[in-house]
């Protein structure tokens, strides 16, 4: 009830972002449930703030909505169901100059790592600066951030194949 309820609510914030052409980041690929995420999407979700050490290394805060949250909400294989051939998806992260980075979905499970990765949309009670946001992907706990990635556009799971 309370889920069908969210993902209704997910589709009516959807639609009006849409027509307000608003930034979006596409949930895509191995899903129960494609997802499109608008700022006031991710504002709905569960959130999280975690820090992250720049270049330089200097210690910055951010929040936003753990990837485990939008994966489990895309249908996507977490928790108990993350097992046997599962273990070989990947979630592909894409950003508006091209970059990417991928991340087999076990470093982003609960059920294997206390680490939290989130879609952060704010630092410091602000949006994220224009070069950086709307969204940026922020990964703890790695010596540089250069999987850290800005500028997020869209998550792809896919499954590892020869
Ligand atoms: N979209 C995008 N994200 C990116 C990069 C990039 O080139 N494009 N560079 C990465 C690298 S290599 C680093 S070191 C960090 C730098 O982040 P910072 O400016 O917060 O230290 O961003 C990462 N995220
Ligand atoms: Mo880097």
Redesign the pocket.
Known sequence: MIKNCLITLLLITGMTAMAQQQPVVKVSGEVARPLALYPETLRQMKRATVS?????GND?AYTGVPVQVILEQAGVTTGKTLRGENLSKYLLVR???G?E?LFSLAELDSSFTDRVVILADESGGQPLPAG?GPF?LVVPGEK?????????TEMIIRFAKD
């Open positions: 992250l050490k720049d270049r330089d910055h950003c508006a100059d970059y980075v950086k940026r540089k951030p250069a999987r850290s990635s800005f500028q997020v």
